[in-house]
């Protein structure tokens, strides 16, 4: 199984990013998605979750510019950022909880993180 996440860059604050993040392999099933960052020094905080059924959970600091969206025949989870401001730059990874066909256990695999960063 591998998670390929895409869409980070440098913008502007007030700028908007969009991230990607689709999984693939041998997935028996896929139920919750999500988004973490990490700034240095830190430990990866949840940016935002999403459930298989699409219930979203989002961090403080991002309520109401981000949203977190997935399309579960694509296996893909996305995370819309609006009104980027420069405490937002990180390290962001994606995150899937997925059972897959050969052990039927449910795992979290990560994907390689993306960095974001946002000019003053």
């Known amino acids: 199984v591998q998670l390929q996440a895409s869409g980070g860059g440098l913008v502007q604050a007030g700028g908007s990013l969009r991230l990607s993040c689709a999984a693939s392999?041998?997935?028996?099933?896929?139920?919750?998605m999500g988004w973490y960052r990490q700034f240095p020094g830190k430990q990866r905080e949840l940016v935002a979750a999403?459930?298989?059924?699409?219930?979203?959970n989002y961090a403080d600091s991002v309520k109401g510019r981000f949203t977190i969206s997935r399309d579960n025949a694509k296996n893909t989870v996305y995370l819309q950022m609006n009104s980027l401001e420069p405490v937002d730059t990180a390290v962001y990874y994606c995150?899937?909880?997925?059972?897959?066909?050969?052990?039927?256990?449910?795992?979290?695999?990560w994907g390689k993180g993306t960095q974001v960063t946002v000019s003053s």
């Open positions: 995150n899937a909880r997925i059972m897959t066909r050969a052990t039927l256990v449910r795992v979290d695999y």
């Open positions: 999403i459930s298989e059924g699409g219930s979203t």
């Open positions: 392999g041998s997935i028996f099933s896929l139920t919750d």
